[in-house]
């Protein structure tokens, strides 16, 4: 079974944004590769998902300010290993996985892995959701040139690398912000699809029609400002 260690020396690190994700923090972290690292960032949580996640072997690091990229952010600046991986905490996504997309940064094909989500099962891709990402992912592609289709939330890259980027966005278009900050600096990107099954509990981001209307707004608006360098 793989397991959580606080080792600094660590193959990975794993950064996991944390909003009141209680209930799915068990599934999530039993999922951490063996000898990685959990960096829990806890944005604010009032379901003692910080505590759940410690008693679980995770570092816990606090973020109070809100904000998805605030979160990212802050857990990539806490990390310590020469790779850094990022993954939602709300058991949609298998964090067992990323030794399969962490291999292609390692042997030197890619600099930034992103996981392709395949839904799994009813309810695990909203269709708001799925026609807002379906529009970013074209506006990516028109914008950078890489012929990415999803714009998934786990990924892994250097963390130097990563760190080099200035990633300046902490809210929800801090994951588009990375991939086009990344092309313009010739990175190799590429997509492997993944998993993605329905997620435990309730989405705070794209779970309603408002909460993505938010998500593609602050994209978007990365997008334009990329675009006005």
Known sequence: ???????????????????????????????????????????????????????????????????????????????????????????????GLLPGLLAAVR?????????????RGAGAWPSHARLGNLALAHMVRRRTGLPLRDLGPLRVARREALLELGLADRRSGYPLEMVVRAAEAGWRVRETDIPYLPRTGASKVTGTWRGTWHAVRDMRAVLREGAAR
């Not at 600094?8 to 000898?35: F, K, M, N, Q, Y």
């Not at 679980?56 to 600046?77: D, I, K, N, Q, S």
């Not at 020469?82 to 939602?88: E, I, P, R, S």
């Not at 094909?109 to 996981?115: F, R």
Request: contains cysteine.
């Open 1 to 95: 079974m793989s397991g959580v260690t606080h080792s600094t020396t660590s193959s990975a690190d794993v950064v996991l944004p944390c909003l009141d994700e209680a209930a799915a923090l068990p599934w999530v972290l039993r999922r951490i590769p063996a000898g990685w690292r959990a960096v829990v960032v806890d944005n604010g949580s009032t379901d003692g998902s910080a505590d759940v996640a410690r008693s679980l072997g995770a570092t816990v690091v606090h973020e109070p300010r809100r904000g998805f990229g605030a979160a990212c952010h802050a857990g990539l600046l806490a990390a310590t290993a020469d790779f850094v991986c990022f993954c939602d905490c709300d058991a949609s996504l298998d964090p």
């Open 107 to 119: 042997d030197g094909t890619a600099d930034l892995v992103l996981g392709r989500r395949r839904p």
